[in-house]
């Protein structure tokens, strides 16, 4: 390995660039898709080098702001849950935030997902939210297959909110789910507290297809009071 | 400028050097403020180009999850709203989101925000979020200034929730509420719309203040109905 110390490019010539480009975007109304110019136009027109457009494009990837394929043109991207899900993953792993504040941030969400979705779902996203649950229920003991399920029906419910800062905050729940979910699902130890779970999940899913807004809110509290539950007795919660 | 185009580095081997590190912080436990080894350190581990660290570490940056100050050891990032910021202000930008949606998921935040704040606040946060309605008021008509007692109060009110992922979510709307919110209170014609508002706003606090949690989210509701009113009418909704 080399002692050579690369020099930083200077923090401010990076942000500055990453503002020009985001004004670009907002300023010629590119939506999603839309083509950038590349690199060195900007280079030349901030007077900057092509090395510090270079960072600026990339931390803007990083955000999932552009998309950026090798030997093509920069495109405006479309939002998606990553770049929050790697903030809450983060503020996790670091103890910033335990489980339980992200389960209550969830809950906060999801009982308003639901009552949108009871409000709005149309008969195609009906029939996906119980697939789901129905899903869950088919799944039996293999708590892989299960677990999937019950990741799909949130996210179904908060696809059919309509509303899509919704969904791609739910989504970026999924890689604390993935995790936490299995584990949930292998400490529910008798039968009943399984059938439970799944009779819960299963009556989320009838009230937002027979769009029963209050019983659809009272059935995903009902769910978060037990899993918030699950989390404490499981030591998540600290 | 030079037409020579920079052959750029693969993005899987970033993506791989980014979870190394992400590993590298979960794997020793490490809160925020620990210093990280150098880019030298990953890249001879990972066999790996300095130049694809130098990325992965310019992209963690750009993520808030390590510190990279010139000349010194990256250091693990505290979460701050800023990237969430990052992520609804582009989703705003291009028209995937709308301010409504971004107000519609505020309001299922802030209700139980203002119902956590209600049960937890200490009397010094209590003083704090008194303060912030009282100086909306003692602002007058000086938008600017009530626009950041608004804020403040909102945001006083997250930090009183005890639980920082959801101050940190609120806090990723203020960019948004710097250019709605002084737009709302202009187009509130009359002084009895604006004291309507500001008396809705000093009724959360109190309610805050008193430990009232019932009165607390009901007038958050009536706040957020009100503004999301507000949007509709400036046609800001679509």
Redesign the interface.
């Known amino acids: ?2 002692t050579l110390k ?1 020099v ?1 490019t ?2 401010s010539l990076v942000e500055k660039a990453m503002v020009r480009v ?1 004004d670009y ?2 300023d010629n ?4 898709g839309a083509t950038l110019p590349g ?2 136009h900007f ?2 027109e901030l007077g900057v080098s ?1 090395a510090v457009m ?2 600026a494009f ?8 552009i998309d ?1 394929a ?2 093509r043109r920069a495109k ?1 991207a ?2 998606d849950g990553s ?2 899900a ?6 996790v ?5 335990s489980v339980a ?2 389960w ?2 969830r ?3 999801e ?2 997902t639901v009552a ?1 979705a009871a409000q709005n779902c149309t008969p195609d996203q009906a029939a996906a939210i119980l697939a789901a649950a129905e899903g869950m229920a088919a799944a039996a003991h293999d708590i892989s297959l299960l677990s999937r399920a019950d990741i799909e029906l949130h996210r179904a419910i908060a696809s059919a909110s309509g ?4 969904l ?2 739910v989504r970026s729940f999924e890689g604390l789910l993935e995790v936490a979910v299995p584990r949930a699902w292998d400490t529910r130890e008798t039968e009943q507290q399984r059938r439970d779970m799944l009779a819960r999940h299963l009556e989320i899913a009838q009230a937002v297809a027979s769009h029963d807004v209050g019983g659809a809110i009272a059935a995903m509290d009902a769910h978060f009071d037990a899993s918030i539950g699950d989390l404490i007795r499981n030591g998540d919660a600290a």
């Open positions: 390995m080399t690369l930083p200077s923090v985001r975007i907002r109304d590119l939506k999603v690199e060195g280079a030349a092509r270079r960072e990339g931390a803007l990837a990083a955000l999932h702001q950026v090798n030997g405006v479309a939002i770049v929050m790697s903030s809450i993953d983060h503020a792993a670091t103890s910033q935030v504040d992200v209550d941030v809950r906060a969400l009982l308003r949108l509303n899509p800062l919704f791609q905050i």
